[in-house]
């Protein structure tokens, strides 16, 4: 199924995303994540994509296992940085050859010290070229892209990100998946500033539950994410009792996901990184 359809049923989506693992013992683990996961319906799932594509062939072959031996619909994550356009489309011959319907078409992280091999000169340097390259050669496949509630990094501020998230949808894009953010104010207002600008696609709110102080700041760092303040007092009191970070980041996520929900929001896509117990915990406080 293409995300897109999960979208016009007039239900609120459920998906994961998850990573490849790099070991044997890592991989029979998140075969078990995704089979407690699974009870819970998922429209879809998608899998991450390491940097410079690093990570393809394992990212691949975990689309194909979740569709044939789960039966769950995959999005496959596609980066473009240090790609050349045969380079993807020949990951995209590759994807449909296996059934994919659904790729999240991403620029991807540039590693330090790459800046010119990140940019081929047949290569498409940025997410809105590799949505319009996909759209135009396979114009049946889905596309998501992704949007950042509080700007991408890179971005001057937010205004002008939204005005490059608009070309990304021009260009093609069905659907836009939100960066990670714990205050939902930033989230509904961020779907306001896009639709005033003319952005019309369904913008799904991305979840991650804290589980870990120290991967929450790394990860806070990365995507510029803020932390409400009470929030980040709770946190740091406990930093170092990893049950009690556990314990407040199941409850707020309890409590955003209840409020998007009652805001009539697409869907719910959780960050799951490949740990079944905080998102099993989440949907059945909701549920």
């Avoid at 819970?40 to 990212?59: C, E, I, K, R």
């Avoid at 120290?214 to 994410?225: D, H, N």
């Amino acid at each position: 199924m293409k995300v897109s359809e999960a979208l016009q049923k007039g239900q609120p989506t459920l998906s994961f995303e998850f990573f490849p693992p790099k070991t044997a013992e890592q991989e029979a683990r998140l075969f078990e994540v995704i089979a407690q996961l699974k009870d819970f319906n998922p429209d879809y799932v998608s899998v991450t994509y390491g940097a410079l594509g690093t990570s393809a062939g394992q990212s691949f072959r975990w689309v194909k296992d979740i569709k044939d031996k789960f039966g769950i619909a995959p999005v496959a994550h596609l980066t473009c940085v240090a790609s050349s356009r045969e380079d993807i489309n020949t990951k995209v011959k590759e994807l449909v050859n296996i059934g994919v319907e659904n790729i999240l078409a991403l620029r991807g992280d540039i590693p330090e010290g790459l800046v010119e091999k990140a940019s081929p000169a047949d290569g498409c340097r940025h997410a809105c070229e590799l949505v319009a390259f996909i759209k135009e050669l396979y114009p049946f496949i889905c596309l998501g892209v992704a949007g950042y509630p509080e700007k991408h990094p890179e971005a001057p501020n937010l205004e002008s990100d939204i005005k490059y998230l608009k070309r990304k949808v021009e260009a093609g894009a069905d659907y836009i998946v939100t960066q990670l953010f714990f205050d939902n104010g930033v989230y509904f207002d961020f779907v306001r500033k896009c639709r005033d600008a003319g952005i019309c696609v369904p913008i799904i709110p991305g979840i991650m539950p804290i589980t870990n102080y120290k991967l929450l700041r790394k990860m806070t760092s990365i995507c510029g994410a803020s932390i409400p303040k009470e929030l980040l007092t709770q946190l740091e009191k406990n930093q170092d009792d990893n049950e009690a970070i556990k314990k407040i980041g199941i409850e707020h996520a309890v409590r955003q996901c209840q409020e998007l929900q009652d805001a009539k929001v697409p869907g719910l896509h959780f960050f799951v990184m490949n740990q079944a117990g905080p998102i099993s915990e989440i949907l059945k406080q909701l549920s």
